[in-house]
T-cell receptor
Framework: GAVVSQHPSRVICKSGTSVKIECRSL??????MFWYRQFPKKSLMLMAT?????????EQGVEKDKFLINHASLTLSTLTVTSAHPEDSSFYIC????????????FGPGTRLTVT | SQKIEQNSEALNIQEGKTATLTCNYT??????LQWYRQDPGRGPVFLLL?????KEKRKERLKVTFDTTLKQSLFHITASQPADSATYLC?????????????FGRGTSLIVHP
């Protein structure tokens, strides 16, 4: 089946620093990947749609200069949280769709970010 | 505005019984609807997709129904097991400007007691 990996699984950083999270589709190509954040006992909140070779499409209210997304290849998208603050602490999850197939998404295992 | 509603209260059932979870939506005209399972601290896992022209879909002990008139999907797990305990999410796609954008409900927690 389609497998998506994320790295790192957990990261702790200090306020003001930047953190990069990688999302890889391991056995398929993904023209489109999605980035979500999730608060405890809350729904997945879509942050942005990452498109290979073009700029990401951000959802309303998501700061594009704070959450930098790069989708440089058909198997890799990265999310960089810049100048992190404690309120950025959250669970970040990426997903990808298998192109040309049905519309189900395959999710990575998530990254727990803690900003101190 | 578009909304996806799932029961926020946890569903507690006894092992062996059938669990039924509900997903209601408003202001969508979805071509399909999806169900996912999410365990604590993990990413969701795709379970089933049902299209608007399908009334029912089955996969092993799972069954999904889709009523586009009622704007509702029901998700059933028969012969439930403690290992089925998880949060179950329904998802619909928005279709603004030529792209399918996924939107998830808050999920319903299922707890199966041995």
């Amino acid at each position: 089946g389609a497998v998506v990996s994320q790295h790192p699984s957990r990261v702790i950083c200090k306020s003001g620093t930047s953190v990069k999270i990688e999302c890889r589709s391991l056995d398929f190509q993904a023209t489109t990947m999605f980035w979500y954040r999730q608060f405890p006992k809350k729904s997945l909140m879509l942050m942005a749609t990452s498109n290979e070779g073009s700029k990401a499409t951000y959802e309303q209210g998501v700061e594009k200069d704070k959450f930098l997304i790069n989708h440089a290849s058909l198997t890799l998208s990265t999310l960089t949280v810049t100048s992190a603050h404690p309120e950025d602490s959250s669970f970040y999850i990426c997903s990808a769709r298998v192109e040309g197939s049905s519309y189900e998404q395959y999710f990575g295992p998530g990254t727990r970010l803690t900003v101190t | 505005s578009q909304k996806i509603e799932q029961n926020s209260e946890a569903l507690n059932i006894q092992e062996g019984k059938t669990a039924t979870l509900t997903c209601n939506y408003t202001n969508y005209s979805p071509a399909y609807l999806q169900w996912y399972r999410q365990d604590p601290g993990r990413g969701p896992v795709f379970l089933l997709l049902i299209r608007e022209n399908e009334k029912e879909k089955r996969k092993e002990r799972l069954k999904v129904t889709f009523d586009t008139t009622l704007k509702q999907s029901l998700f059933h797990i028969t012969a439930s097991q403690p290992a089925d305990s998880a949060t179950y999410l329904c998802a619909l796609d928005r279709y603004p400007g030529g792209s399918y954008i996924p939107t998830f409900g808050r999920g319903t927690s299922l707890i199966v007691h041995p």
